[in-house]
């Protein structure tokens, strides 16, 4: 079928709206029309190469929300006229995901980054030339995508889609790392190390959980300042101040749970300095493969723990329709996060995210 796209067509290249042919689904796919669609950072690393995928013309995008259109002979999960979030894709037979441990798939890769279907099968073509598509089995950056039926989520038709699109991924990233990675007491304390729309929703998140001492980190007054809108209890200006000295200070002895949301290594660093003992830092932020980091061993050895996360170990048919649900009671208003943006304007939108001046752009199909 004819759909409207956007297209890297060279590294780190703009995107350009064009016409190309999606093929039809197979037996477990679902054939969406995307209604809204966030722009992560982790489509701009695969725009520019930083991640090990096939080389452009690409269609990107992974956080669609739309309606289910056409299913495959093989899907029961949802229907025509249903409402649905997409999120990353797994295998489901390997180990990780037999301890439904799905993010952590030993071929996540192959399911989300080949370029094409896990079998090899490009969907996309314009004329005689193929596109990568199938980014985290969907390229969502598009009027329609295919998605498998694991990587579709049913949502409520009462909350509009564009609110919806950036639960697949940031939100769900950030909320999930303090809601389900490190579970923080009510009265506990907190210190997040990066407020973009990652940072933000473990925030909002840590104020569900009951957290009484929340810090923001950022060089950023602007988002600092929203941080504090959205819960945080202290703010703390990277720029301008030693923040493991800051934070020490402002809790007495070091946050419990820390949060490393920038993929730095000197911010990972001060994020475990800031732990007291038994205390645990989440790291979240991307990095390229091989970047290493230097720790203080004595500091760890002493009972604190350093812990990766991906997409905040989230389930996501069960977590993204609590967080809905926590959004439509106003506990978790992560729509403050958004900037809506026409589809035609995505290089608009990048460049205001890429420049701070935005935290979340969503695309309006």
């Known amino acids: 079928m004819k759909i409207n796209a956007a297209v890297v067509s060279e590294t780190s290249g703009d995107f350009s709206i064009e016409p190309l042919e999606l093929c039809d689904p197979n037996e477990d796919e679902v054939l969406v029309r995307i209604v809204a669609v966030g722009i992560c950072h982790t489509d701009l690393g695969a725009r520019d190469m930083h991640l090990p995928i096939p080389p452009p013309p690409s269609v990107f995008g992974h956080e669609g929300a739309g309606v289910v259109e056409r299913v495959g002979a093989r899907v029961t999960k ?8 997409l999120t990353w894709n797994s295998c489901g037979t390997c180990t990780s995901c037999k301890a439904g441990k799905d993010l952590y798939c030993l071929n996540f890769f192959l399911y989300n980054f080949h370029g094409a279907r896990p079998d090899g099968t490009i969907t996309l073509r314009k004329g005689d030339q193929l596109i990568h598509g199938s980014f985290f089995s969907q390229s969502s ?24 699109a950036p639960l697949g991924c940031g939100v769900m ?19 997040v190390f990066g407020v973009g729309p ?8 840590a104020v569900v959980c009951g957290c009484t001492t929340i810090i923001a980190v950022d060089i950023s007054e602007d988002r600092l300042k929203t941080a504090k809108e959205l819960g945080a209890t202290h703010t ?11 934070i020490l200070d402002l809790t007495g ?4 749970f820390s949060l490393e949301c920038v993929g730095n290594p000197k911010v990972l660093r001060q994020a475990v300095d800031v732990l007291p003992r038994l205390g645990v830092c989440g790291l979240l932020g991307v990095v390229p493969p091989g970047t290493e980091v230097a720790l203080n061993m004595d500091l760890i050895m002493n009972g604190r723990t350093v812990k990766g996360i991906l997409g905040g170990d989230a389930i996501p048919d069960l977590f993204i329709p609590k967080l809905i ?3 439509n009671q106003g506990r978790f208003p992560f729509d403050r996060l958004i900037t ?22 969503v695309l309006r199909l």
């Open 173 to 191: 990233t950030g909320a999930g790392a303090v809601m389900n990675s490190l579970q923080p007491r009510p009265g506990a304390s907190i210190a």
């Open 253 to 256: 002895g070091g946050a419990e």
């Open 325 to 327: 649900e926590l959004y």
């Open 78 to 85: 949802v229907k025509p006229g249903d409402h649905v979030a």
């Open 340 to 361: 809506f943006y026409p589809f035609d304007d995505i290089n608009k939108a990048v460049k205001d995210m890429e420049k701070g001046r935005v935290i979340k752009p």
């Open 236 to 246: 703390v200006n990277a720029s301008r101040e030693d923040p493991v000295k800051a």
């Open 141 to 164: 950056f598009a009027d329609f995508a295919l998605a498998s039926e694991r990587n579709v989520v049913k949502v409520r038709d009462d909350i509009p889609l564009e609110v919806l």
């Open 198 to 205: 990652v940072g933000m929703s473990a925030i909002l998140a």
